[in-house]
Each structure stands twice: as C-alpha cells, then as structure tokens.
C-alpha cells in the first residue's frame, strides 16, 4: 500500500544545531507539503513542492528550508535550531485538488 | 484570502450525545471543503469533504453540508461514541495550487 512516512518520530536537539526531518511518500503524488502544528495555531504551512525542482515557502517559512530531487522525499531542515521551533511537524502530499495525505508526525524539542 | 474559522474548544460530550462543530470559511472563488480528524498521538486522516455548493459529505456517521450562503461547513453527527474523542480539523482548498488552509482544530472528549 502507498504510504507516507516521517523520520525520526522524535527529536531532542540543541539550540543552534542544524535539524533535518525526513519526509517520504510512495504515492507518486507531485504536491508535498510540511506542517508545523501547535496549541492554539492548528497547521501552519511551512514549506510545499509542486514537483522536483519546484519549492515555495509557507506562512511560516523563516528559520526552515526545503529541497526536492526527487518525487518521493522533501527533507526540511532547520537551519539553526531555536527554542521558538520546538513543535510537532507533519509531512504531506497530493495531487491535484484531491485530499492530502498526512504523515504520523515529527516531534522535535529544541532545549 | 483565504481561511478557516471553526468553533473553539474543548468540547466534552456523554456518548450517543448529538455533535455540532462550526466552521465557516472566507475564500475567492468556489473552495472545495473537507473534514479531518487526528486521533492522539497520530497524523490527520480525512474524514469527509465537499467539492461544490449543497454538496453533502459523510463517513462514519458524520455529516457536514457545503452552504455557500452561510459559507459554512458545520460538521455533525446524531449519536457519538467514545471512540470519536479526537480532534477535528476543518479545512479548505481552491481548486488551483491545492494550498489547504486549516481551522485551528477542536477537541472532542467523549465520556462514557
């Protein structure tokens, strides 16, 4: 079955430290998107991809990059970790104006 | 532009209870509407959604019906169930670029 999947589920890093979080998706979808969500925010988009070689960013884009070589991955990476970036993040991809597919989450804590 | 409002939360609900959560929506053009619930500890899953105008979406005993008038997509369900404690998300997207933009999310407890 097509799946998306994150990794590593849980994160501890150190303020200042560059972070990357992985996101892969076997449904061959050309939209990927990455999630922050947090208390009171909902999802705030950070990043998305229309297709390789294709990044735009999000409401929520500074402190964060993305890059797309590929159609299955969109690894975001922070660049230098801050406490303000502690948050659960979600993966997800689509295609066309169909539903998006969440993956089950990162929960990363920057101390 | 572009956005979601839906009720706050938390809700707290006795089981076989009846469900109303609002969501209204500002958008350009003709959005298409969805439903989404997270279960703890889990990404979210789509639970129903509505492309047009009087559409009504339903799965799993939820229901929820795009008015254009009201711009709402209220969602409800007649009888809820311990095991529909998640919460619930209520989004949009127009039909070009498929930006979702998301409610802020309301929590549902339901008590036995």
């Known amino acids: 079955d097509a799946e998306i999947t994150q990794s590593p589920r849980h994160k501890i890093t150190e303020t200042g430290r560059q972070v990357t979080l992985a996101c892969h998706q076997t449904w061959n979808h050309n939209n990927m998107f990455w999630y922050r969500q947090d208390l009171g925010h909902g999802l705030r988009l950070i990043h998305y991809s229309y297709g390789v ?12 990059s993305v890059s797309r070589s590929n159609t299955e991955d969109l690894p975001l990476t922070l660049e230098s970790a801050a406490s ?6 979600f993966c997800a991809s689509s295609e066309l104006s169909y539903e998006q597919y969440f993956g089950p989450g990162t929960r990363l804590t920057v101390t | 532009g572009n956005s979601v409002t839906q009720m ?18 500002t958008a350009t053009g003709y959005p298409s509407l969805f439903w989404y619930v ?3 500890g889990e990404g979210l899953q789509l639970l129903l959604k509505a492309t047009k105008a009087d559409d009504k979406g339903s799965n799993k005993g939820f229901e929820a019906t795009y ?7 209220h969602l409800e369900k007649g ?12 989004a949009l997207t127009q039909n070009t670029g498929n930006q979702f933009y998301f409610g802020t999310g309301t929590s ?5």
């Open chain 2, 79 to 90: 009888s809820v169930q311990v095991s529909d404690s998640a919460v619930y998300f209520c």
């Open chain 1, 84 to 89: 303000s970036q502690t948050s659960v993040y």
């Open chain 1, 53 to 64: 070689q294709d990044t735009n960013k999000g409401e929520v884009s500074d402190g964060y």
């Open chain 2, 108 to 112: 549902l407890t339901v008590i036995p």
């Open chain 2, 38 to 40: 997270q279960y703890p």
């Open chain 2, 8 to 25: 706050e939360g938390p809700v707290t609900l006795s089981e076989e209870a009846f469900l109303t959560i609002n969501c209204t929506y």
């Open chain 2, 67 to 73: 008015r254009k008038e009201t711009t709402s997509f």
